[in-house]
């Protein structure tokens, strides 16, 4: 689990995941690391709200 610097880390996962050796560019349109950050913080709320209705 990843507790330091999250924001920091989590930009650059982004940023790696949209470079030319990475398959994001097989995706269509022109998918950037923005998008990517704004799909993993989506999802962590997704996810951080089926935990807190499940643990009711």
């Known amino acids: 689990m990843i507790t330091i610097d999250i924001e920091k880390k989590m930009h650059q996962v982004t940023t790696e995941s949209c470079s030319e050796n990475d398959t994001i560019k097989n995706m269509p349109g022109n998918v ?8 993993l ?4 709320q997704y996810g951080e709200n089926y935990l807190s209705r499940k643990n009711k």
């Open 32 to 39: 950037q690391p923005q998008d990517v950050y704004a799909a």
């Open 41 to 44: 913080i989506a999802a962590n």
